[in-house]
């Protein structure tokens, strides 16, 4: 599984969820759109990816896998 393309994936959704003025909806919004429509596989890649330092994360989605891991696992 190409994890950079996953990164891309995962900043695109966070791009979108920034603008909201809630920054802890915007936040579970991230987590949820990753949860509803990403096989398993995916989710343990980026969170792993997340594990290892998520380097090139933005920090909505770097946020959001850290407060949400538990729904993504």
Do not use: C, Y
Request: zero cysteines.
């Amino acid at each position: 599984m190409d994890v950079q393309h996953l990164v891309t994936m995962s900043n695109q959704i966070g791009a979108f969820f920034d603008s909201m003025k809630n920054r802890n909806e915007a936040l579970e919004q991230v987590a949820l759109h990753i949860k509803r429509f990403w096989e398993p596989r995916m989710r343990q890649a980026l969170l792993q990816h997340f594990k290892e330092g998520g380097e090139g994360l933005l920090p909505i989605v770097a946020d959001a896998l850290k407060q949400h891991q538990d729904k993504l696992a």
